[in-house]
Antibody, heavy 119, light 108 residues
């Protein structure tokens, strides 16, 4: 397994942006397919997007297109997820996870980052 | 989009009993179906992948079955630490990758 360590909790005002990091330990980020999943308080899991190793591109869920950017810094083996134009409904725990193909299962997961959007 | 429907929403059982959780897909996902366990304040943990394979370190009391559109997660004899929320997930036909809405397994 590849440990994933995420950045700490964030508080933002509506309309602002947030950037969450996910550092990979003991492995090279370029060999992984990192995805992001969020969970609103008391709710289920929602896939946001991630890297498609077959087409070598990042795929975003339609719901977040135009508002989310996923990137990687291979020099530090760190993945990032930036969400803009935040609204209260974006309050959630954001998880990174490595996707294993061809089934697309997620293992392991980062510990999660709570993002709170409040005025 | 493939919709995953889990049932029941809540399952109330006692330690030692057998738990059977269901996940139904709106179209075939072959055997590319995974199950996760999530406890309060924790990230999900992979239990079963490819419908019936236990992930590393998962006890033998957890088993998965099914293919196509109908899948089952069985816990043969519940331990106190098994009471949690369980999610199914498919990556067969994406985007999007989708999750079921979850089944809460609670102590009776």
């Amino acid at each position: 397994q590849v440990p994933l360590v995420q950045s700490g909790a964030e508080v933002r005002k509506p309309g602002a942006s947030v950037k969450v990091s996910c550092k990979v330990s003991g492995y090279t980020l370029t060999k992984l397919s990192v995805h992001w999943v969020r969970q609103a308080p008391g709710k289920g899991l929602e896939w946001m997007g991630g890297f498609d190793p077959e087409d070598h591109e990042t795929i975003y869920a339609q719901k977040f297109q135009g508002r989310v950017t996923m990137s990687e810094d291979t020099s530090t083996d760190t993945a990032y997820m930036e969400l803009s134009s935040l609204r209260s409904e974006d309050t959630a725990v954001y998880y990174c996870a490595t996707a294993l193909w061809p089934s697309g299962r997620f293992d392991p997961w980062g510990q999660g980052t709570l993002v709170t959007v409040s005025s | 989009e493939i919709v995953l429907t889990q049932s029941p929403a809540t399952l109330s059982l006692s330690p030692g009993e057998r738990a059977t959780l269901s996940c139904r897909a709106s179209q075939s996902v072959s055997d590319y179906l995974a199950w996760y366990q999530q406890k309060p304040g924790q990230a999900p943990r992979l239990l079963i992948y490819d419908a019936s394979n236990r992930a590393t370190g998962i006890p033998a009391r957890f088993s998965g079955s099914g293919s196509g559109t109908d899948f089952t997660l069985t816990i043969s004899s519940l331990e106190p630490e098994d009471f949690a929320v369980y999610y199914c997930q498919q990556g067969s036909n994406w985007p999007p990758i989708t999750f079921g809405q979850g089944t809460r397994l609670e102590i009776k």
